[in-house]
């Protein structure tokens, strides 16, 4: 099958740097971080505003790719299950994603609570939450 | 700065053939699917099951990278905005982000509720929805 590039838009300015140490959800004591975009996207930011839910799509670097079964939350007392049903970082394709909400914009400089992206995280995407049809 | 090369675990197999006229979110008529997978992967679908709500990541590959700005919903009357606010597949990385339902599994084969994505669409990602720490 074909095989497709991500090209990263900005990067995660963060206080985690240690993936071992960080939080493995954002509800676990993830700090507020700064999405820096590049300058050449700047366009597709437009629209997007403080207080806004959104949904950030990142590039896993530091993660695994030929790992399929692990122990959920690295617990060797979990047993060992796919890592489709989990939210293992180490995975075929390491995309992470995390719901956050943007508490100013500065230009190129978004900054979100709360983040448990470590420090130099690619970004691949940025997508508004959406409210269900049926709730419109 | 790097760029990461994503691998396809498997493809959408639906009725949807036509982008244009497939429905833009899967609560505007979208139907069942199935998701066959890769038999490479067989070990990562371990512990997901029919009944759980899923997200699946896709790669939309028939959209356009190079669009920053679209008019939401394909609708000139709309203003034009910034594609990190709108949910278009034209975007620099086209990642596709569908929450659904799992109706059954036959192996590779995952049955799904509703997917708007068209029929050949790459699948890159399969990730439980979680439930809020507040919620647990």
Redesign the interface.
């Known amino acids: 099958?074909?095989?497709?590039?991500?090209?990263?838009?900005g990067?995660v300015e963060s206080a985690l740097t240690d993936p071992a140490g960080a939080p493995k959800?954002a509800?676990?004591g993830a700090p507020e971080a700064t999405l820096a975009f590049?300058p050449g996207?700047l366009?597709?930011?437009?629209?997007?505003?403080a207080g806004?839910r959104?949904?950030v799509?990142t590039?896993l670097?530091r993660a695994r790719r030929d790992v399929?079964?692990v122990h959920p939350r690295d617990d060797v007392a979990n047993p060992?299950?796919?890592?489709?049903?989990?939210?293992s970082a180490d995975?075929?394709?390491p995309?992470g994603?995390h719901e956050l909400e943007i508490v100013s914009i500065d230009g190129l400089r978004v900054r979100v609570r709360a983040l448990e992206a470590v420090d130099g995280t690619?970004i691949?995407?940025?997508?508004?939450v959406?409210v269900?049809?049926?709730a419109r």
Chains 1, 2 share one sequence.
């Not at 691949?124 to 508004?128: A, Q, R, Y």
């Open positions: 099958m074909n095989q497709f590039e991500v090209r990263p838009v990067v959800q509800d676990e590049d996207v366009d597709a930011l437009d629209g997007v505003r806004d959104i949904i799509l590039w670097d399929l079964r060992q299950r796919g890592v489709f049903s989990t939210r995975r075929p394709n995309i994603l690619p691949l995407d940025v997508k508004p959406l269900p049809a049926t």
